[in-house]
């Protein structure tokens, strides 16, 4: 694109009007909401108006583009950066290996694809070359190029009209925190850099120095806001995006995000969904202040932290709940909604890795525990791909490609190397908690309450409550090794518990909906009594 057509309303510069896109698209998704993808605000277009019942019920499916499936050996590239066996280069993988597995992706329960940035890349640096895309090859003007490796512009329409035409939405990465190492932007303007030298003079080095030596841009400066709210203006103009994964929050002022570029970006698309990478396990003081820039969630990065500890390394739940519980103190259980509930991405070890002295039996169980509570407490649940599998790995394993065996059933069964070896049932878990999440109101939009968690010393257990109309549910989560039996959890006597929901008489048994058949639930003396499998998780239907 030339700089004059990356201004707002703009032509795009492909000759595609860009609003006769936005109606197709949207007319697409209306005829897939009948097929039960989802409740829809009122007047809920989504290019119009942030569509929150229905990003609410979402299930995001993590995509490194080069990595999931090559659709298109035409794209592959020459060996100077491609190459399926070194770790570091590219693959192969590609947008429309995602078109051809989105049978795979809407079989699993995922409604929201997230994709590693698209951008063109730089060119190889050491042994390395962008197969992950987060070396945008950013030049002056902004050409809007988009990796050609992954297919090109044309490959990225494909993939969002075939997701539009199955109710399903897309999630682009974006960087604006940093250009690729060399990017041409570099050499055309040095001084919208942050001088490597006496960085941390200028102010907080996780904002003014470089995130692993990478050109890091000045956003302080007019010049370099006003180029970046182009860039990103221009390119959710051209395509139909319906959210976007913003890279490396923390390492850009917040008020940038908050003056320049969210009013920018939902100026252009007022439906995105904004969804922010705060990593930080530590806590969520930093959180508050980049939600209230203007993103819709953030990576829930805390949880991830007690989760492995709680759960990988079989430790007590109290660190769940209690993170459980903090967000929704924090932030009410409606903005806690819209954060994204995970435990893997391409930047850290994959969770089974954190319980190597375990089984693979117990591994899988806990894993499966795990995913369990990304589907049941509030927040999105944001799967990476092979989640499903139990795939393992560290880093660069942790990145690996999709194996071939994934896609049929028939073929995940059995063991298979890199992943544990019950990757079926993984699978079934999965797909069973995706399908309940979205036919059960309480799961998706409901509130949250503890009944339960862990005394020092105490049964490892941890109990909550989720309502919404008439949708009731108790999630029940045993963390220990050995059968819970008959734990009385008080419910009538809770404040958390709207008066409506204390009215279920006593004697009567909830209908277990998940989790192992030993699970049961009844009501006795305005308590419940809860019998839970060890390391598992069971829903149960309030009547
Ligand atoms: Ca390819």
Redesign the pocket.
């Known amino acids: 694109m030339t700089a004059c057509t990356s201004a707002p309303g703009a032509p795009p510069a492909d000759g595609i009007d860009a609003g006769a896109r936005r109606r197709d698209a949207s007319i697409a998704i209306d005829g897939a909401t009948e097929r039960d993808v989802g409740p829809r605000v009122d007047g809920g277009d989504p290019f119009t108006t942030f569509d929150r019942a229905w990003w609410e019920r979402a299930v995001i499916y993590f995509v490194m583009v080069d990595r999931f499936s090559?659709?298109?050996?035409t794209?592959?590239g020459d060996a100077t950066c491609t190459d399926p066996s070194a770790p570091i280069l590219f693959h192969?993988?590609?947008l429309q290996g995602i078109v051809d597995r989105l049978d795979y992706l809407e079989e699993l329960g995922v409604t929201a694809v997230w994709i590693t940035p698209v951008q063109r890349q730089v060119g190889r640096r050491g042994d390395q070359c962008g197969y992950h895309g987060y070396w945008a090859d950013l030049g002056v003007p902004d050409d809007g190029a988009i990796e050609p490796?992954l297919g090109g512009e044309a490959a990225l329409r494909a993939l969002i009209d075939a997701l539009h035409e199955r109710g399903m939405r897309l999630i682009v990465d974006l960087v604006v925190n940093h250009a690729g190492y060399g990017a041409r932007v570099v050499g055309q303007r040095p001084e919208w850099f942050h001088p490597g030298a006496g960085c941390e003079t200028l102010g907080d080095p996780e904002i003014y120095c470089a995130l692993s030596g990478l050109p890091d841009f000045a956003h302080e400066r007019d010049d370099v806001a006003d180029y970046l709210d182009a860039m990103s203006t221009s390119f959710v103009s051209r395509f139909a995006f319906d959210g976007i994964r913003m890279d490396t929050v923390k390492h850009v002022e917040e008020s940038y995000f908050r003056e320049r570029w969210v009013p920018a970006v939902r100026e252009e698309r007022p439906g995105l969904y904004l969804l922010g990478e705060l990593f930080d396990e530590g806590g969520y003081a930093l959180f508050d202040r980049y939600l209230d820039a203007g993103f819709d969630g953030l990576f829930d990065f805390p949880l991830r932290r007690a989760l492995i500890d709680s759960v990988a390394r079989g430790g007590s739940l109290g660190a769940v709940a209690g993170r459980a519980q903090e967000a929704v103190t924090r932030w009410g259980a409606e903005r806690a909604r819209l954060r994204a509930t995970m435990i893997d991405n391409h930047d850290v070890p994959r969770f089974v890795e954190e319980m190597s002295s375990a089984s693979d039996a117990e591994k899988s169980a806990r894993l499966r525990l795990a995913l369990g509570v990304l589907f049941t407490v509030p927040g999105i649940p944001q799967l990476y791909m092979g989640d499903e599998l139990g795939m393992g790995g560290t880093y660069p394993l942790n990145r690996r490609d999709m194996p071939a065996w994934a896609w049929r059933a028939e073929d995940r069964e059995g063991a298979h190397g890199g992943a544990l070896p019950d990757a079926a049932r993984i699978h079934d878990e999965v797909r069973a908690l995706a399908r309940l999440r979205a036919s059960t109101p309480a799961l998706h939009a409901g509130g949250y309450t503890e009944l339960w968690r862990p005394a020092p010393g105490g049964v490892n257990a941890w109990a909550f409550f989720r309502s919404v109309g008439e949708s009731r549910v108790v999630v029940a989560v045993n963390g220990g090794a050995t059968t819970i039996s008959d734990l009385q959890v008080p419910y009538r006597t809770n404040p958390g518990i709207a008066d409506r929901d204390r009215e279920t008489p006593d004697g009567t048994t909830l209908m277990r909906v998940h989790g192992p058949e030993s699970a049961t639930a009844r009501v006795v003396e305005g308590r419940i009594a809860l019998t839970i499998a060890p390391r598992s998780l069971a829903v149960f239907a309030m009547p």
């Open positions: 090559n659709g298109d050996r794209n592959d192969g993988g590609d490796r």
